[in-house]
């Protein structure tokens, strides 16, 4: 499915507690701003005249005369806190708090741009997507919702003021900049021939957080995606992080890259180590030109070919249990003698009979997809012909078990996109990056007082 651009700029809370489409644009992974440092001929040895530390400001701040206050932050902290579903430590709060502000500001430009071009978000329409999003995505009334969201530390006000944020830049991006993004057919042409040659090469899905660093604060920089590292193994979203955290134009996507080919990553050092990832694999942070780069290995796949793990098999599983007091040679005789029996078993028309005399319990499942089950067992799977089974897996805690293939669908050959999704790719991304710069353009010119 192939998103409309103006859905790639719902960052935040609402992006983090809503299932987003992940559009498969591959974008750029770093801004040309990175590179623009020379201009000011900074020397690289400086010394700081005064005390100011943006880090110790309290998180407030006035836009173009609009005041953000702490309450805001706090309310808004508390929507992410609560979509990620975990803890975190002060010090993450403290960047978390910072990235809010940012978002908070950001957010206050476009209500204020909307505005000033006569294109006002009605509060009508922000109560209407407040409401669906409480019934359709959280399952509750409006009056639920408004419980649910005190309950959490946040409040009505502060959703409905991001769904104003997003609702009035998706408008701006409507009359501002999609009428004057153009594709020409030759384009797509180009693009979709090269894509018919390309079949059967690798191609990657990764995801992406970028921080910038300078030779000043590069130790800084380098403990901070560290932490964010040893956060995401600890069980955080990576597409929550990336949102908060990168500088990558990809943030507002959740770090993901869509399906790339090494070479457009334009660092021989991300490629070298992304082609030796495994799905669901996570690596950083890497130290690259102008900073750190955290990667996630979605998944990989073969141009135009069809994945096998997108096989649809019919299994039976069979499984025992072990007592929680056998002794380690009672459980190795009693898993030899199950894997034994199912050895035996010829086929899957036999096997409830067979389980049911060694007291083993059978399970069927006629719609299982290879990719979700875990690596290990898809690569045993994929081997297996109609009427085998996988080695004996499992604990003396959760039971040992075996899957036999009944049946098996193999996947089709996937053409590719079309010409017309093609287009409407190629679109976005140009969409998604004038709109960073139309953004950018306003953080320029507006008047913010910190407090």
């Given at each position: 499915m192939i998103e409309t651009s103006k859905n790639l700029w719902k960052v935040g809370?609402?992006?983090?507690?809503?299932?987003?489409?992940?559009?498969?644009?591959?974008?750029?992974a770093q801004s040309s701003a990175d590179s623009g440092a020379d201009i000011f001929n900074i020397p690289?040895?400086?010394?700081?005249?005064?005390?100011?530390?943006?880090?110790?400001?309290?998180?407030?701040?006035?836009?173009?005369?609009?005041?953000?206050?702490?309450?805001?932050?706090?309310?808004?902290?508390?929507?992410?806190?609560?979509?990620?579903?975990?803890?975190?430590?002060?010090e993450?709060?403290?960047?978390?708090?910072?990235?809010?502000?940012?978002?908070?500001?950001?957010?206050?430009?476009?209500?204020?741009?909307?505005?000033?071009?006569?294109?006002?978000?009605?509060?009508?329409?922000?109560?209407?997507?407040y409401n669906r999003l409480a019934t359709q995505r959280f399952g509750r009334t409006p009056e639920e919702m408004k419980t649910y969201l005190a309950s959490i530390g946040s409040s009505p006000a502060s959703l409905k003021r991001q769904i104003e944020g997003e609702l009035a830049w998706d408008r701006l991006l409507s009359r501002n900049v999609e009428p004057?993004?153009?594709?020409?057919?030759?384009?797509?042409?180009?693009?979709?021939?090269?894509?018919?040659?390309?079949?059967g090469t690798a191609e990657y899905r990764l995801g992406e957080i970028y921080l910038s660093a300078t030779p000043a604060n590069k130790q800084q920089v380098f403990n901070n995606a560290r932490q964010i590292v040893e956060q995401l193994q600890q069980g955080g979203s990576f597409v929550g992080?990336?949102?908060?955290?990168?500088?990558?134009?990809?943030?507002?996507?959740?770090?993901?890259?869509g399906?790339?080919?090494?070479?457009?990553?334009?660092?021989?050092?991300?490629?070298?180590?992304?082609?030796?990832?495994?799905?669901?694999?996570?690596?950083?942070?890497?130290?690259?030109?102008?900073?750190?780069?955290?990667?996630?290995?979605?998944?990989?796949?073969?141009?135009?070919?069809?994945?096998?793990?997108?096989?649809?098999?019919?299994?039976?599983?069979?499984?025992?249990?072990?007592?929680?007091?056998?002794?380690?040679?009672?459980?190795?005789?009693?898993?030899?003698?199950?894997?034994?029996?199912?050895?035996?078993?010829?086929?899957?028309?036999?096997?409830?009979?067979?389980?049911a005399k060694i007291g083993a319990d059978v399970v069927t499942n006629d719609q299982i997809r290879v990719r979700s089950l875990p690596d290990a067992l898809q690569q045993a799977l994929l081997k297996l012909n109609v009427g085998e089974a996988t080695p004996p897996f499992g604990s003396v805690e959760e039971g040992v078990r075996v899957l036999m293939l009944?049946?098996?669908?193999?996947?089709?050959?996937?053409?590719?996109?079309?010409?017309?999704?093609?287009?409407?790719?190629?679109?976005?991304e140009r969409v998604n990056r004038r709109a960073q710069r139309y953004l950018r353009d306003l953080r320029r010119d507006a008047v913010i007082d910190y407090n």
């Open positions: 809370s609402i992006a983090l507690i809503s299932t987003l489409c992940l559009s498969s644009i591959p974008v750029e690289e040895n400086i010394t700081m005249l005064g005390n100011s530390d943006p880090n110790v400001r309290r998180a407030t701040a006035t836009v173009n005369g609009a005041v953000i206050t702490g309450t805001d932050v706090d309310q808004r902290l508390a929507l992410i806190l609560a979509a990620n579903e975990q803890k975190i430590s002060p993450e709060e403290q960047r978390l708090r910072l990235q809010i502000l940012r978002n908070l500001i950001d957010e206050t430009l476009q209500i204020q741009e909307a505005a000033a071009q006569e294109m006002t978000v009605t509060q009508d329409e922000v109560d209407q997507t004057f993004i153009n594709v020409a057919s030759e384009e797509v042409d180009d693009l979709y021939d090269r894509l018919q040659e390309s079949r992080y990336a949102r908060q955290y990168s500088e990558a134009s990809t943030a507002a996507v959740g770090g993901d890259l399906w790339i080919r090494l070479a457009q990553l334009q660092n021989p050092q991300l490629e070298t180590v992304a082609k030796d990832m495994s799905p669901g694999q996570l690596v950083g942070p890497i130290e690259i030109p102008g900073g750190f780069s955290i990667l996630y290995l979605i998944d990989k796949r073969q141009v135009g070919m069809a994945d096998p793990r997108d096989a649809v098999m019919s299994l039976k599983q069979i499984s025992i249990t072990l007592a929680k007091d056998a002794t380690q040679a009672q459980a190795k005789a009693k898993v030899d003698a199950f894997s034994k029996a199912v050895d035996a078993i010829r086929g899957c028309g036999e096997a409830d009979a067979a389980a009944c049946g098996r669908d193999d996947p089709q050959v996937d053409s590719g996109p079309t010409r017309d999704q093609l287009m409407n790719q190629m679109e976005n």
